[in-house]
């Protein structure tokens, strides 16, 4: 079983940052990957953004490609996902997910929510213009 808690959501301005993060608990943190999505209302559940065991292999969705880091402290059980140049477009409410059951997956396939066995509860972030 893995825990997930993220923090750091909040209400930002167009062009503003803000950093989320995810603790995680219950397993050995940096023996599997992490994952952000996110879900506007009235939409589905998208990709943000993915980051391999070691943190050396990261992807990213299209639409926050150049603007969107995603890290991790294995020694502090944490993912972070810094958001710079914010838009109103992301607001939505920010999931992070372990993947558990695989270490390496194709990029594409770990945009995939299928890919991930937990998530957290989620934390809103809102962009306004």
């Known amino acids: 079983q893995v825990q997930l808690v993220e923090s750091g959501g909040g209400l930002v301005q167009a062009g503003g940052s803000l950093r989320v993060s995810c603790a995680a608990s219950?397993?050995?943190?940096?023996?599997?990957?992490m994952g952000w999505f996110r879900q506007a209302p009235g939409k589905e559940r998208e990709f943000v953004a993915a980051i391999s065991w070691s943190g050396g292999s990261t992807n990213y969705g299209d639409s926050v490609k150049g603007r969107f880091i995603i890290s991790r402290d294995n020694a502090k059980n944490t993912v972070y996902l810094q958001m710079n140049s914010l838009k109103p477009e992301d607001t939505a409410v920010y999931y992070c997910?372990?993947?558990?059951?695989?270490?390496?997956?194709?990029?594409?396939?770990?945009?995939?929510?299928?890919?991930?066995?937990?998530w957290g509860q989620g934390t809103q972030v809102t962009v306004s213009s």
């Open positions: 219950g397993r050995t943190f940096s023996s599997f990957a």
């Open positions: 997910a372990a993947d558990t059951a695989r270490l390496f997956r194709p990029p594409s396939v770990r945009s995939m929510t299928s890919s991930y066995q937990y």
